[in-house]
């Protein structure tokens, strides 16, 4: 069975990470999106409510899992038996980083493999750092975060 890891702090999930999901869904037998947190970072969304958030615009895949975290990745994916980590590569800002963290990680473990997928052409700006900017400033966030959990994010900022 293929088993991928996407690892991620989703705070909170956006559009452009739904469909990193999705797509990954297709590709593997089982996609574990791990929430990773560190315990001295603050974020907006709690780990409760971003793990409920995923599950509320996720309900439709049937081979998702949703962990969390806040150790290392590569040791998390070798706990669970994922022998791959999902990423997303939105633009040239965002390979730099993520060929550190995959070259990093090829040297920590060399039986795991890091998979980039290139984000849709649509959701090439999209962060969570964007969407929640919109949503302090009252504006709409619809075309940003899943219509299912829209209300929800709104709210934390009302
Ligand atoms: P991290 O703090 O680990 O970067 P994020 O939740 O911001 O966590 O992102 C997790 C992963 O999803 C990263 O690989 C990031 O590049 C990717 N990602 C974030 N937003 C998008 C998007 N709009 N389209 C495609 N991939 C994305």
């Known amino acids: 069975m293929s088993k991928a890891i996407y690892p991620g702090s989703f705070d909170p999930i956006t559009n452009g990470h739904l469909d990193i999901i999705k797509r990954a869904s297709k590709v ?3 996609i ?3 929430i990773m947190y560190n315990p001295n970072k603050k974020m907006t969304f ?5 793990i409920e958030l995923i599950k509320e615009c996720t309900k ?20 669970i038996g994922a022998n791959v ?9 965002d390979y730099e980083y993520e060929l ?19 984000a849709r052409s649509e959701y090439s700006f999209l962060s969570s750092s964007v969407a929640k900017e919109i949503a302090m400033h009252g504006g709409d966030i619809s075309k ?9 994010v709104t709210q934390k900022f009302k």
């Open 100 to 118: 550190q963290i995959a070259t990093t990680n090829m040297v920590l473990d060399k039986n795991i493999e890091t998979l980039f997928f290139a």
């Open 46 to 50: 709690s780990i409760e409510e971003r």
């Open 85 to 93: 980590i999902v990423r997303g590569i939105r633009a040239v800002v």
């Open 28 to 30: 593997f037998d089982k």
């Open 60 to 79: 439709d895949i049937d081979n998702i899992e949703i962990i969390t975290d806040d150790g290392l990745t590569i040791n998390l994916a070798k706990k």
């Open 144 to 152: 940003f975060i899943p219509i299912e959990i829209k209300d929800k």
């Open 32 to 34: 574990v999106v791990a």
